[in-house]
């Protein structure tokens, strides 16, 4: 498996493919994660890449590993990320 690409390495690439300067590709990046962070609850869509969600997780019981002792887990926020079909089938080919 190859090495992950940085910001860095993103922003250039997004800067070279665009004409722009890679100050501009970074800006761009940190207004759009401000966006899907503040928009997250009505869900934020990364058109063909996915959506971040806000779920609701019920209390439940749980157990503790350490001891086996069985624990109560209130309820929660979550934040979860759908990966949308066309990025699944792009990424690992159509079934």
Not at 23 to 35: A, P, T
Not at 66 to 80: C, L
């Amino acid at each position: 498996m190859g090495k992950a690409m940085s910001k860095t390495q993103i922003a250039s690439h997004f800067a070279e493919k665009f004409g722009l300067k890679k100050k501009v590709v970074v800006e761009i990046f940190e207004e759009l994660s401000k966006l899907a962070y503040k928009e997250a609850a009505n869900q934020f869509t990364f058109p063909g890449i996915g959506k971040l969600v806000l779920v609701d997780r019920k209390a439940r019981q749980g157990r503790n590993p350490a001891t086996g002792e069985i624990i109560q887990i209130p309820a929660k926020k979550v934040v979860k990320f759908k990966v949308a079909k066309a990025a699944k089938d792009a990424i690992l080919g159509k079934k």
